[in-house]
């Protein structure tokens, strides 16, 4: 079974530069997450999509990010403009169908590491 | 906001002892806890989670929770240097299903 996929590994821009990420979950998991690992900290919660419906967007810095999952499937994550303090690793996890503990196990892709200049 | 605290570290122990990891959380109504293992440059993945008052074991691995306290912990039985890693601890925030992790510790095991 394949794992989450993401994408660009590795992406450095300019302060005030836009980006996007992508993420691909594994085949069947209705439930998406980005979250942000800055260095020396745990991961931080961006938004959390029930299929193609967004759960928890509340950490999210919505005047400069913002994410999709159209078809709920996969999803992108932009920022624009980006400060310096977006330097961080972006991780794309997944988790299965239903209810109970099952639910609430991630599965994390490989990551983005971003650096803003 | 609902917050999860962990001992930074790093903690160090020599190859063969118990590693013994803590983690606090502040939501009463938190229901499921979650270990996550994280080596330098990779991605956290999942090793132990429990739901119950108690322990629970899975190999070198035991996880203890005692909600009333509201504190879970990770004991490491007969560590090894390929156990060296940042331990995430994750806890469920009631209503959403949504994890909250705790900032980690590192754990350095010598040979």
């Known amino acids: 079974e394949a794992g989450v996929a993401q994408s660009p590994r590795y992406k450095i821009i300019e302060k005030r530069q836009s980006v996007a990420f992508w993420c691909n979950p594994i085949?069947?998991?209705?439930?998406l997450y980005w979250y942000q690992q800055i260095l020396g900290q745990g991961p931080k919660l961006l938004i959390q999509?029930?299929?193609?419906?967004?759960?928890?967007d509340s950490q999210l810095p919505k005047d400069r990010f913002s994410a999709e999952r159209l078809k709920g499937v996969d999803s992108t994550l932009k920022i624009q403009p980006a400060k310096l303090e977006d330097s961080a690793v972006y991780l794309c996890?997944?988790?299965?169908?239903?209810?109970?503990?099952?639910?609430?196990?991630?599965?994390f892709g490989s990551g983005t590491q971003l650096s803003v200049l | 906001q609902k917050e999860v605290e962990q001992n930074s570290g790093p903690l160090s122990v020599p190859e063969g002892a118990i590693a013994s990891l803590n983690c606090t959380y502040s939501?009463?109504?938190?229901?499921?806890f979650f270990w996550y293992r994280q080596y330098s440059g990779k991605s956290p993945e999942l090793i132990m989670s429990?739901?119950?008052?108690g322990d629970k074991e899975d190999g070198r691995f035991t996880a203890q929770l005692n909600k009333a306290s509201q504190y879970v912990s990770l004991l490491i039985r007969d560590s090894q240097p390929s156990d060296s890693a940042t331990y995430l601890c994750?806890?469920?925030?009631?209503?959403?299903?949504?994890?909250?992790f705790g900032k980690g510790t590192m754990l350095l095991v010598s040979p």
């Open positions: 996890a997944s988790s299965g169908r239903g209810r109970g503990p099952s639910y609430e196990k991630l599965f």
């Open positions: 085949s069947g998991h209705a439930t």
């Open positions: 999509f029930q299929n193609n419906g967004v759960v928890d």
């Open positions: 939501d009463r109504v938190s229901q499921s």
């Open positions: 429990i739901y119950s008052n």
């Open positions: 994750a806890v469920n925030n009631s209503g959403y299903s949504t994890l909250t």
